[in-house]
């Protein structure tokens, strides 16, 4: 039985049919085709699919990647038709073997939705609310339902409720043992319109991103099915986007590069700004639980919410069911399912985490401890992205690595590592944020402050 019907739901759903005669999700919403959902807010905002998630989702759904575009997505080559800025300045137009489907995500959904459908032993029961679970210490044997006084039995849950997910507290009603949890405060703000798209915008490209910079401030526009600009704006700590339509657009002009401003000053809006606040990143340490119950996994958001600047939440979401189909091709005692599970997704996990986590904690208002070890990997990312800027090779190796499709050690690999250690040390093509305040004061790290979103 799978709790939800997100993205990572709809995967894990995908997976389990493999090996389970039944598979049963329960989601509280009615889905009402390619629209936002109330229980899936952020839909309603960028989302970026990375090229390793794009991967599974045509490998567990062959075919989905043409069926979106036949709905209207837009594909781009991530370097060569998306312009990507980084401390100010563009990194250099060269293919990278990643492509990039640009949607919205009502429409990614969607097609994975539609396709779960037809997987004969998938049941999809909607306007179900789960209210806990049910068991004990040891084993998780189904769920209580709406009001709790219904419960529907199941030889295995996975909570996919995503990051508003109660399963701290539904562990400890039936005296399971609750993870501890790791957090990193962001105070990211989100604010998002969509407009019309006319031909020769952006030069004839699918989309633009410009990274937060040294004021914290980033943003993107993308193509998306409807001929329309999706366009997200962000800020941290605090300093979030507007959702007056006059202030949205100013907010745009002190982004780093102009190209976002341009578009939102040459188009018709089709809607008015809509707002997302994001205080925190959040880890839940299943794989460090000593005595897991069985017959429980808790995949996606709900184990792990990354700061979505990242664009990493539906692709770790993919990798894990990916790990999850692993261990069970793997056999092993049933009951020793959720730990082999939790552990193998440790990995992923912790690969994605670390990239954010080091990445936030380059901008200094960001409350974490800051080790030596995060100190040079900042400055060293900071090099990385100045390198990037000039030569293609470092920006391809540095996108297939924002892609996950790469280690990020491919960095330090000596072929590459020279041309950024070349390539890194000047500064002179970066400038500073238009009418911010922290423009004067960019420091080294700021400047190679988050990369946002690593998508497209
Ligand atoms: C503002 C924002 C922007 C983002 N941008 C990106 C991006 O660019 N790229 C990217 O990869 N990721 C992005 N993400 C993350 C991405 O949305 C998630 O990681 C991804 O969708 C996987 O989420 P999920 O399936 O675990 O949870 P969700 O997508 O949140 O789905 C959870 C589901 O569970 C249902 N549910 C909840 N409680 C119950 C209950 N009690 N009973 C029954 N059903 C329930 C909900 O209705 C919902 O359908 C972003 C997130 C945010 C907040």
Known sequence: MVLGAGIAG??????????????????????????VRRGVPQGRHLHGLLDSGRA???????????????RGATAAE???????????????ATPTGLTSVIASRPLLEDVLRERTRMIA???????????????????????????AAETFAADLVVDA?????????WLSDIGAPVPESERLEVDLGYATRLFGHRAGQLGGDASVIISTGANGRGGGAVRIEGDRWLVTLAGMLGDHPPTDPAEFREYAATLSAPDIHDIITDSEPV??????????????RFDRLTAMPAGLLVVGDALCAFNPLYAQGMTVAALQAMALRECLYAGGMPDELAVRFHTACA???????????TSDLSNPGVTGTRDLRTRLTN???????????????VARSFMRVAHLVEPPAVLAHPLIAARILLRGNSTASSRPPRGSAAAESTTPAQSGASVWPHHT
């Open 10 to 35: 709809l995967l894990i759903a995908r997976v389990l049919s493999e090996s389970f005669a039944r598979v049963t999700i329960l989601e509280r919403d009615r889905a009402d085709g390619a629209r």
């Open 78 to 92: 991530v370097l060569v038709n998306t312009r990507w800025y980084v401390g100010g300045a563009r990194l250099a």
């Open 347 to 357: 990995e992923p996990v912790s690969a994605a985490w670390r990239l954010t986590a």
């Open 56 to 70: 599974v989702f045509e490998e567990l759904f062959p075919g989905c990647t043409g069926e979106l575009l036949r």
């Open 379 to 393: 400055r060293y990312v900071a090099q990385t992205h100045r390198a990037a800027q000039r030569d293609p090779v």
């Open 121 to 147: 032993n998938i049941a999809v029961r909607e306007g179900i609310t789960v209210h806990g679970l049910v068991g004990g210490a040891d084993r998780v044997t189904g769920v209580t339902l709406d009001g």
């Open 161 to 169: 409720t995503g990051r508003g997910s109660r399963i701290e507290y």
């Open 271 to 284: 809607d008015d700004p809509v707002p997302y606040r994001f205080r925190s990143s959040v880890r839940r």
